[in-house]
């Protein structure tokens, strides 16, 4: 049974055509892999997720060594 919903979602299942509307969970889908309804294929809104920030280059200065950070060990 169609229901007559918007096609504006992030994932719909192609089996039993349950739609997910938000961003998050479109994340926790593409982790389960299957639609936790009837484990029928999901089609994504958007084929893949935006590219995950690049870390921050940092430096191998004195700053970050263990005991700068952790303070000293105790003896």
């Known amino acids: 049974m169609r229901l007559l919903m918007s096609d504006d979602f992030a994932v719909r299942c192609t089996s039993c055509e349950f739609t997910w509307n938000t961003a998050a969970m479109a994340d926790g889908l593409r982790v389960l892999g299957?639609?936790?309804?009837?484990k029928g294929a999901l089609e994504f809104r958007d084929?893949?997720?935006p590219p995950a920030p690049a870390a921050p280059a940092r430096d191998a200065d004195a700053s970050a060594a263990p005991h700068m950070v952790l303070g000293l060990p105790r003896i």
């Open 34 to 38: 299957a639609c936790p309804k009837c």
């Open 47 to 49: 084929d893949a997720p």
